[in-house]
């Protein structure tokens, strides 16, 4: 399995042919288009690098998949908490074009995190982040966490992160525990 593969299992983006087949209770593959849209509005994805929409605001952007997945009062009430947190609420007027790419990072790992998604994965989340700014990220995924979402986060760090409750290693299309 490569990590395109796990990424699109995870995302439930196409058709599961390996063992991960439930998620909340449910049979994957029995589900029909409507119940697994259903489904993937309670994921949240964090890619890595610059993922904002250009023609919209940062405050537009983080709050868009919640409202698409109709969890708006929900995303209403996270979204200011989550800019402020990351420490760019004075931004939620901007538009991608205008922020550094940081911002445009810690805007995306705003939206990932809005809305409490039952599901988590966030793609290399603390590169291009500043020690400060990465163990904010870090504190935030332990929080979502706790919260009772599935979190889970690739990285090519060896270290175990603060927070996390287990570690996975994938080589040679395997994923290994320690």
């Known amino acids: 399995m490569t ?5 699109n299992i995870l995302s439930i983006g196409e058709t599961i042919a390996v063992e991960f087949k439930q998620f909340e209770g449910e049979d994957l593959g029995e589900l029909k288009d409507s ?11 964090i890619p890595q690098g610059h993922s904002l929409l250009g023609n919209f605001t940062v405050l537009d952007n983080v709050r868009m998949p919640s409202r ?3 969890t708006r009062a929900s995303a209403d009430s996270d979204t200011a908490l989550l800019l402020e947190r990351l420490g760019i609420s004075h931004l939620a007027s901007q538009f991608p074009a205008q922020l550094s790419g940081w911002e445009i990072r810690r805007a995306a790992i705003a939206r990932g995190l809005c809305g409490n998604p039952a599901m988590l994965a966030a793609d290399e989340p603390t590169s291009d982040l500043d020690y ?5 990220l870090m504190e935030l995924l332990a929080e979502a966490a706790r919260l009772g979402a599935a979190v889970l986060a690739a990285t090519h760090e060896r270290e175990k992160p603060a927070g996390c409750s287990r570690r996975l290693f994938m080589g040679s299309g395997l994923l290994k525990s320690e």
Request: charged share 40%; aromatic share 4%.
């Open 3 to 7: 990590t395109n593969e796990l990424r």
């Open 35 to 45: 119940s697994l849209s259903k489904l993937r509005s309670k994921k949240r994805f």
């Open 68 to 70: 698409l997945s109709k």
């Open 132 to 136: 400060e700014n990465a163990v904010k």
